[in-house]
């Protein structure tokens, strides 16, 4: 299948869901349904379709715009095809069909994250990344309501904007440098650039997708952001969109800047490290559920630059598998703590005694979706955490390894305060009770996925996958002989 | 997780885990009828997840089954008291997760490192993690808290299997003799009783012998020498039976007078002598009365540890105030009767005294197996040479002589005695103050945030 489908597919969905809205209000809910399934089959189906490379309108690589399906295109296009639907499914049980611009703007994202996931340009990323910030902007203030809300989309507005400009300003000086943005030719020509410009060049890059994924000091629109969205769009920034700004880390990384200097993934390790130990940290202080879990968001994306920064087919190798496992999990921890939040009418955790009593399966896959975020085994987060720290050792990183065994005590920690209000005793009956069936199916098809990612290592196509990834992408000479054949 | 065909030290360990664990769950059930059926499975898992951790075969898979034991105990711990069993909780996983750290130096992608002796480099890393569970010297702190506020059967297991999971590491560890471990060992053996001897709750008073006679096995394993493997292994089966023994034995005393403080015990001899004949064999197997497991246990350790003197002599002492405390908590908790002691308010039902009386007959059956036929690899006629009765029975006697001579000096104090535990508290407060900090420079001022950010862009500069 084409590889641009995928991207179509979604922004064929953005575009015709006002259409509806004008002209056939009632079919509004049925298409975005059918949108829904249409957009992860068509990027499913890329996913299937095995490694390819299309240059689009039949130019040359040099000046069209390339689409690269490969291994780690695979896994991200599937992760991306999981996040968008579960979080699909959980807005349209608690918005409904009504708000009909928030499925537009919901689109958008997908189709520009399936872009970002498939490009080979590096203009043509950043073009993506821009449509994919803009959608989550207003994502995050949606319902426009309260003005938390309001305050974390203008944040995230002003950080997405920096993080863009630096992302903008490196990839001009690289055009500048070479007169090329394929990013496959420019693996090639980029290193013969002067030193000074190739530093400012990798330099910005990296500063522009620190702010975008929230590693430190990039991480500040991030807690507000998560927590003050709704919880389905907390889900979906957790799960996906932190995600494919660590896809295009992991890209760029391996392309551009491990060729030309080592001593970026140097740059990943220590800022990794921070980013691991401040969000543990912070998440250890917090009052508020939502918060706690968008800190421990932050620290997760620390663990997995510090996976990227091992420099090894094994260190990308545990990155994805580490993405993989902290988007069924924090997905499920969001949607299980909207919910039983709703219950409670608060996100205080002090508030959230008795609740147990009150949706037991829920607190139960809680229960099970943090001991795997904080990696106690056998659960997947306990996996990939193996698979980092081996990765860690190879490297010779023992600080940061360290410092990721040491976070396990630090989330189990601020982990149970939550757990142990919901077990504990209530002072009054959680005044709301809404059934909620379709968050309820979706989380447990996440503790469902957290137990099948926790076999992978032992299921022999998936861990033969997880290990392609890995060498496949640190094998940059392949990528580009694969694109400019 | 990868297992191995079991070896005779596996299958020792697992034979263990089914009688503590059986003996547990006796206990348990006979508290309350209803919903006790529930409360046995986190028991059982416990026991699977243990006889899992003895069947491994790399260091992966046996801290995979450590931490599921350790989560299935915490379940217990729970019913007991919430802040304890968080304490136990992260306690362990820190203890876990040194050793997976320590674990991942070794292994690579090709293959995991396999139980057993390690690379020098990563010894120290293996003994500290591994010493969280065993409760080395300073890493203990979880270890009398926990075992005197968790439920009783919980203690017993814990005493008697959870930190014997540690210990059973440390055997795998250990190929080569260790004096740092056997310095250990004697330090953890004495300080052990010293702590007992000043301790009032009868729960805890347990608890730090059972870091005593971890420094028995840990001094007897350090050798590294066949014999001092094979006495750790006696000691670890028989430490196992007479503590849960002890550890039932103080519940019970708990469920019948609602109170654990020997202060205002006295009267459960007159009571229930049954409970006290109980308590007798088990107090005079730890205490290492001749013909008692404990005695051909110090036996066996004593002759792996011949050419180490001084050793010997500290577990010697060590035995000395053994036998001294146990005289404390048999006088003060079940004999020293005076009128207005209370009356007992519980009940003791048969599976209770069932489950004790197992313990107590393993015990007596461990203690005479190796007199009936040679099963230790010692000369014949070792254990019933006359050096050795006396040798075992000097501190006894010394010891009651001493209980005798001087009751004032070992009477229950009302005050608690400090450990590495108050530590934590003041040291939690100290770590928390630059978390505030941290969290203080989370102001909410763009303008800030992103000089921070255009910083870390000129540092990058700088180190590319």
């Not at chain 1, 579960?86 to 009909?100: H, I, N, Q, R």
């Not at chain 1, 002067?194 to 430190?216: D, M, R, W």
Request: proline share 5%.
């Amino acid at each position: 299948m084409n590889p641009v489908l995928a991207i179509v597919a979604p922004f064929l969905a953005a575009f015709t869901i006002p259409l509806f809205f004008v002209f056939r209000k009632k079919w509004v809910g049925t298409a975005v349904i059918l949108f829904g399934v249409l957009s992860a089959l068509t990027a499913l189906f890329v996913a299937a379709g095995g490694e390819a490379v299309t240059v689009m309108g039949g130019w040359q690589p040099e000046v069209g715009i390339a689409l690269v399906v490969d291994s780690l295109t695979t896994a991200f296009l599937i992760l991306a095809s999981l996040g968008f639907s579960a979080s699909l499914s959980a807005a349209a049980e608690t918005f409904g069909y009504g708000p009909w611009r928030f499925y537009v703007l919901f689109f958008l994202s997908w189709a520009a994250t399936n872009g970002i996931i498939l490009t080979g340009d590096l203009f043509n990323l950043f073009v993506f990344f821009e449509i994919f910030s803009v959608a989550a902007y207003l994502v995050v203030a949606y319902p426009p309501r309260s003005w938390q809300a309001i305050e974390a989309g203008f944040k995230y507005l002003i950080f997405g904007t920096v993080g863009a400009l630096f992302l903008l300003i490196g990839i001009a000086y690289a055009f500048m440098a070479t007169g090329q943005l394929n990013m496959a030719i420019l693996a090639r020509v980029l290193p013969r650039a002067p030193e000074a410009t190739l530093s400012v060049v990798i330099g910005c890059l990296v500063v522009g997708l620190f702010i975008k994924s929230g590693t430190v000091p990039g991480h500040f629109w991030l807690p507000d952001a998560h927590s003050s969205a709704q919880t389905p769009v907390s889900a979906l920034l957790s799960g996906v969109f932190v995600k494919v700004s660590l896809y295009a880390l992991i890209r760029l990384a391996f392309l551009l800047f491990g060729s030309a200097d080592d001593r970026v993934f140097f740059v990943l390790l220590l800022f990794g490290t921070v980013t691991l130990c401040l969000g543990h940290l912070m998440a250890f202080q917090q009052e508020d559920i939502k918060r706690l879990l968008a800190y421990s968001t932050v620290a997760q994306v620390g663990t997995i630059v510090i996976a990227i920064g091992c420099a090894s087919s094994g260190g990308v190798t545990a990155a994805v598998y580490h993405a993989f496992n902290h988007m069924a999990a924090k997905m499920g921890l969001f949607l299980v703590s909207g919910v039983l939040a709703e219950d409670r009418a608060s996100r205080d955790i002090a508030q959230m005694g008795g609740l147990f009593r009150h949706r037991p399966l829920f607190v139960l896959a809680f229960c099970l979706f943090a001991a795997s975020i904080a990696g106690i085994p056998p659960l997947n987060g306990f996996m990939s955490k193996w698979f980092l720290l081996v990765a860690a050792a190879e490297r010779g990183a023992l600080i940061p390894a360290a410092a990721v065994v040491a976070g396990t005590v630090l989330s189990a920690a601020y982990y149970l305060r939550p757990i142990t209000a919901f077990f504990g005793p209530a002072e009054t009956e959680p005044p709301h009770h809404r059934p909620h069936p379709v968050t309820g199916a979706i989380v447990a098809l996440l503790a469902l996925l957290c137990l099948v990612l926790a076999l992978a290592p032992y299921i022999g196509p998936l861990k033969e996958g997880l290990l392609a990834v890995g060498r496949d992408t640190v094998n940059g000479a392949r990528y580009i002989e694969r694109v400019l054949r | 997780m990868t297992m191995t065909r079991p070896d005779n030290l596996s299958l020792t360990m697992i034979a263990l885990a089914l009688v503590m664990t059986g003996a547990s769950s006796l206990f348990a059930g006979s508290r309350d009828k209803e919903g006790s059926r529930r409360d046995l499975v986190p028991l059982w898992l416990f026991c699977l997840f243990a006889c899992l951790t003895a069947l491994a075969s790399t260091w992966l898979s046996f801290i995979i089954g450590l931490e599921l034991s350790t989560l299935s105990l915490f379940t217990i711990i729970r019913k007991g008291d919430e802040a304890t069993s968080r304490l136990y909780l992260l306690a362990q996983l820190a203890g876990a997760s040194v050793l997976l750290f320590a674990t991942s130096l070794g292994s690579s992608f090709e293959g995991n490192l396999p139980l057993g002796p390690v690379p020098p480099g990563l010894f120290p890393l293996f003994v500290i993690g591994l010493g969280v569970k065993a409760a080395l010297p300073g890493l203990h702190f979880w270890l009398p808290r926990t075992h005197s506020q968790a439920p009783t059967e919980a203690s017993a297991l814990l005493s008697g299997y959870a930190v014997k999971m540690g210990i059973y590491g440390l055997l795998r560890l250990v190929g080569d003799p260790s004096p740092p471990l056997l310095l250990l060992g004697i330090v953890m053996a004495l300080y052990g009783v010293v702590q007992a001897l000043l301790q009032h709750d009868a729960k805890r008073l347990l608890a730090y012998h059972t870091i005593s006679q971890l420094g028995f096995i840990v001094a007897a394993l350090s050798t590294g020498t066949p014999l001092g493997r094979t006495a750790a292994l006696f000691h670890i089966v028989a430490h196992a039976l007479f503590k849960g023994l002890l550890f039932l034995s103080a519940g019970s005393l708990e469920r019948l007078y609602g109170s654990r403080d020997l202060n205002g015990l006295g009267r459960a001899g007159r009571d229930a002598p049954l409970l006290f004949g109980l308590f007798l064999v088990g107090a005079s197997a730890i205490a290492g009365c001749p013909f008692t497991s404990g005695y051909v246990s110090k036996i066996v350790i004593k002759s792996a540890l011949t050419d180490q003197g001084q050793a010997v002599l500290g577990l010697q002492l060590a035995g000395l105030g053994t036998t001294l405390s146990f005289c404390k908590f048999g006088y003060y908790g079940f004999w020293k009767s005076s009128g207005d002691r209370p009356e007992p308010r519980g009940f003791l039902g048969r599976q209770a005294y069932g489950a004790m009386a197992l313990l107590a007959a393993a015990t007596a059956l461990v203690g005479a197996g190796p007199l009936l036929y040679p099963l230790l690899p010692l000369p014949e006629g070792t254990l019933l040479a006359p050096k050795a009765l006396v040798d075992a029975t000097i501190p006894v006697i010394a010891g009651i002589v001493l209980f005798a001579l001087f009751p004032g000096l070992f009477r229950p104090r009302h005050k608690d005695v400090a450990d590495v535990e108050n530590a934590l508290a003041p040291l939690g407060r100290l770590l928390l103050f630059p978390l505030t900090l941290l969290r203080l420079s989370h102001t909410g001022r763009l303008r800030a945030y992103i000089a921070l950010i255009v910083a870390a862009l000129i540092a990058i500069f700088h180190s590319l």
